[in-house]
């Protein structure tokens, strides 16, 4: 009889069970579903990312990273396309962002700088001389709408670019000459800087620009090699003789002007010894003019052993008539100071 008794404590605890075990499953559902949607509600643009959020296909928003101006900046190129007309939302913001879970789609794109490195190839300069070149250019995605619409893809970007930079630089380094294009790196540099502008007015509206191109490589055929050694020899030959020019030109100037230094000096100082030796004469002529009226007599004999001194030298012998002036003088002098005394 016990045995065939129902246990209907066992059944309730039973019942309690799966009641919880329901319950705790729902809630797991719920929760699951609450965490999908919340990883669906939100997307993440970094620093160096860019993005595209579309909606069943159809472009929605644009989300540029902070400092981008490429709308600003090719603005006269743009004019009319998707994402300046007002039809795409445009945000320049990176970090957290809203969108419809399962509705939105996100697709995110670089916003570092690509290398672009073309083939070596032949170029000829104004004068028709050949040189193999190689050339690269620095881009970057700055419209990813605009790139997603109208390239798609990295590769197709890439013919893009090769189909355009290569030849733009041909033509620039075609419109110079060989002495530019090897010497003159302002001549290259602003026939390239020109091809750019034209680059990028082909390259704007597909949302990429090119920040920089240059020739990478320069390498002469071997039919150029001499002549353009010797011309790059000529070169230095006519730098140096011009130096040199330069140099002699100083060293004569140097020289002329010290000689007229000189000479001024020297004129100067003849000025000033004539000036001296008038006034020493003037000065001698006095003394002897005062010498001659204090004693007429001694000055006639001063003056005539001077003449004498001038006139015999040391071992002279001089021979005079007791009459001869000189002697006379000298004799009248002598026996008249012996008298006096």
């Known amino acids: 009889m016990e045995q065939n008794m129902y246990d209907f404590d066992r059944e309730a605890r039973k019942r309690f069970v799966r009641d919880r075990a329901r319950k705790w499953i729902i809630a797991g559902g719920i929760a699951v579903v609450a965490l999908l949607l919340l990883s669906q509600s939100f997307f993440v643009v970094g620093e160096a990312e860019q993005a595209v959020v579309s909606r069943f296909g159809v472009i929605r928003r644009l989300v540029l990273n902070n400092g981008n101006t490429f709308h600003q900046d090719y603005a006269a190129f743009l004019d009319g396309e998707i994402t300046t007309s007002g039809q795409i939302k445009v945000e320049n913001t990176s970090g957290l962002h809203l969108k419809m879970p399962f509705v ?102 597909r949302g990429i620009e090119v920040k920089d191109i240059q020739v990478h490589r320069t390498i002469l055929p071997t039919a150029n090699i001499e002549s353009t050694y010797a011309r790059m020899k000529a070169d230095r030959t006519k730098v140096a003789q011009q130096l040199r020019s330069e140099g002699e030109e100083s060293y004569l100037k140097a020289v002329a002007s010290a000689d007229l230094e000189a000479r001024l000096i020297e004129a100067q100082a003849l000025s000033e010894a004539g000036v001296i030796r008038g006034e020493g004469d003037a000065a001698a002529l006095e003394i002897y003019a005062n010498a001659y009226s204090a004693d007429e007599d001694f000055y006639a004999y001063w003056r005539s052993l001077q003449a004498l001194e001038k006139a015999l030298d040391e071992n002279a012998t001089l021979i005079l008539d007791k009459e001869h002036p000189l002697w006379k003088d000298l004799l009248t002098y002598a026996t008249g100071y012996a008298q006096n005394k």
């Open 104 to 205: 939105d789609n996100v697709q995110s794109y670089s916003s570092r700088m690509f290398t672009y490195v073309s083939d070596s190839e032949v170029v000829n300069t104004a004068e028709k001389k050949q040189y193999y070149i190689r050339t690269y250019a620095q881009w970057s995605i700055e419209d990813p709408a605009l790139f997603s619409l109208k390239l798609g893809s990295m590769t197709s970007a890439e013919n893009q670019l090769d189909n355009l930079i290569h030849p733009v630089i041909v033509q620039a380094i075609n419109r110079l000459s060989a002495e530019d294009f090897v010497s003159n790196k302002d001549a290259l540099n602003a026939a390239l800087a020109q091809g750019l502008n034209t680059i990028n007015r082909d390259m704007a509206p």
